[in-house]
């Protein structure tokens, strides 16, 4: 999402392939080779900076995984954002971010966002033409609920492998809703309960997005608890010779789902901290899983 320039139409340049290029090869270093883009990035600039490295370096796109989303369109020329999951949307998008990406095919393509006037037919026949013609290879979702997941999948011959969600030691509701049921504070949490365990259920992989939360844990912090996070996370860094980015990652990791972070930021720094955890499986302890959730949230568990 940090790939490309403004969030407008103004033209990208050289500054701004640079920079891409700078965090892939900071991203390919640490052993990341799958990224993620959606076609409204910057206004589809973000798409368009990676296929220009793309097709500057030789050989890169057989090394990948390329993951994209489709299905909102933003506010524009006095017009409200809206989502637009309709059959000939998905395509057309499917073709405009191919074109920017310089590539012939997808690896992973996801629908951004629920559109609550979506017909599951007609999503189900362009998934199905789209996989048909090779263009896109895996299909998925992202901030979709257990049941708008099943909804779709019933109307759909392949499978959705990947729902990606806002999930950090930030944004705790996919993890308090499962643990507050039956008490009062429930009824405050807006995520779903189920969701995580359905796509365990079924195969479909879960992924984090804003799984650094933005900072807040890594010198960004504003409450008390935000600060004390942050110390507790140092703390647990300096324990296993690691990063405090990689322990924010590990704590997600660790979770039986086996949650799949995706980072966001496009500084190259900040994506070779996160390295342990690409290359060390999660080496927190169930007490310590649970010190970093308790400090985060403030306040003791029911």
């Known amino acids: 999402m940090g790939l490309g320039g403004g969030w ?4 990208y340049g050289a500054p701004e392939i640079a920079a891409a290029e700078a965090a892939i090869e900071a991203a390919l270093e640490i052993g990341i080779t799958a990224f993620d883009h959606a076609d409204i990035y910057r206004h589809g600039k973000s798409e368009a900076v990676f296929g ?8 890169l796109r057989s090394r990948i995984l390329l993951q994209t989303k ?25 073709e405009q971010s191919l074109t920017r990406l310089r590539t012939d095919v997808i690896d992973v393509l996801l629908l951004h966002r629920p559109d609550p006037l979506a017909d599951p037919e007609d999503v189900a026949q362009a998934l ?12 998925g979702v992202s901030n979709m609920a257990a ?35 039956n008490t009062r504070p429930a009824a405050t949490l807006g995520f779903p309960l189920g969701t995580v365990e359905h796509c365990q259920r079924n195969r479909i992989g879960v992924q984090a997005w804003g799984p ?21 996370v140092a703390a647990l860094a300096h324990r296993h010779g690691t990063t405090p980015e990689a322990i924010m990652l590990w704590w997600l990791r660790r979770h039986p ?7 966001g930021t496009a500084r190259p720094e900040r994506i070779r901290a996160c390295g342990d955890a690409v290359r060390r499986e999660p080496e927190l302890t169930h007490e310590q899983w649970y010190e970093l959730w308790l400090t985060a949230r403030g306040e003791a568990l029911p």
């Open 8 to 11: 407008d139409r103004q033209p």
């Open 52 to 59: 220009e490295v793309l097709s500057r370096t030789p050989g």
């Open 70 to 94: 489709c299905g909102i369109h933003l506010p524009e020329d006095g017009r409200p954002g809206f989502y637009d999951l309709r059959g000939t949307h998905i395509v057309r998008s499917v």
């Open 128 to 139: 199905a033409s789209l996989h048909r013609q090779g263009l896109v290879r895996h299909f």
């Open 147 to 181: 049941a708008q997941v099943a909804h779709l999948q019933a109307h759909l011959d392949l499978p959705l492998v990947v729902n990606q969600l806002q999930m950090s030691l930030a944004d705790r509701d996919w993890l308090e809703a499962g643990v507050l049921v």
């Open 212 to 232: 650094l939360a933005g900072g807040r844990f890594t010198g960004a912090g504003q409450t008390p608890a935000e600060h004390a996070t942050t110390e507790h």
């Open 257 to 263: 789902a086996r949650i799949a972070p995706v980072i």
